[in-house]
């Protein structure tokens, strides 16, 4: 087995998570620290909403190595999803293929042509935005996670990974709220939205 | 060139967000079912090495690399807004099966209809902004 092929399957999570710390040491040692949401605000105050709103009236240079860094994680996607693909699907556990069965959801595990399990394909395309659960679940879940992250102060890397390893209970409170707000949709609103 | 090694460090970054498969809506929907230890395997050991990597970088008074001390500022005791917003943000990440760094990783994958959700989120982001002042912190 090549060294390419061996890194092409699936992670064990212990690496990924080994890894994670790796960019976070990085960045760190580099000046910065690792937050991905902020990149919302940044852009919009390139987009001009300082004039308009005093939040984003901040000099957004300051933020270029977070831009530059999420170009580079962009083409990272590209380098993974082509030269390092991995040859099968995604594989969840079971209980969760037969849970997302029952609510209508293709899971690629099953079904080869429903993609390579990164995103169920059916519900996430242009087309479903014509659709009220496409609008619910892109349209609507993107401005919850940009509303929500800026409310809280940070996402899963800044508060579940950066916060919670420096201890900070004001990061703790924040990640029970992710929990809170995963679950009801979960367990609750998605069999709705995906019944509409 | 400052801003190279910020591009090969995010480049870092969107591999492992894929062969993690944290990018995943599968994975996220495994976690929020409490299905499979995978996700919770992954931010556990995160947070456990970052807290030890944290605790010596602070312990040995570690500088970075332009010779300043390595510091970790606070997160603010904002109570309120940890848990309305966190809720806020848990809903659209069961939603879209993604948080903001596995967003920008799936454009790279070519699922373009990504950009309509990071689109949202700005205007959500917007929209924070102007109410700021009207929201409990």
Sequence with gaps: MSFIEFISQPWHWSISGAMIVLVMYLLIYFGQKFGVSSSFEAICSIGGAGRKIKYFNVDWRRQ?????????????????STLLASPEPVTISEATVND?????????????TAG??????ELFNFESLLTIKGIILM??????????????GGCTSGHAISGLA??????????????IGGLIVTHFLLPIILSL | MR???FL??????????????AISWFRIQEMFRFQSFHM???IGVAVVLGAVMIYFLKKNKSQNLIGDQITFTPKANTYKASIFGGTLFGLGWAMTGACPGPLYTLVGHGYLVILVIIASALIGTLVYGALRDKLPH
């Design chain 2, 3 to 5: 801003l190279i090694r």
């Design chain 2, 40 to 42: 919770y395997g992954i």
């Design chain 1, 139 to 152: 349209v609507g879940g993107g401005f919850l996670i940009g509303f929500g992250t800026r409310w809280a």
């Design chain 1, 64 to 80: 270029d190595w977070l831009l530059t860094f999420l170009v580079g994680s962009i083409i990272g996607g590209g380098i993974a």
């Design chain 1, 100 to 112: 997302l069965l029952a609510i209508g959801v293709i899971v690629p595990q099953v079904e080869k």
């Design chain 1, 166 to 179: 420096n201890l900070q209970l004001p990061s703790l409170v924040a990640v029970i709220g992710f929990f």
């Design chain 2, 8 to 21: 090969l460090i995010g480049v870092l970054f969107g591999i492992i967000m894929t062969k993690s498969e």
């Design chain 1, 116 to 121: 390579v399990g990164f995103i169920p394909l």
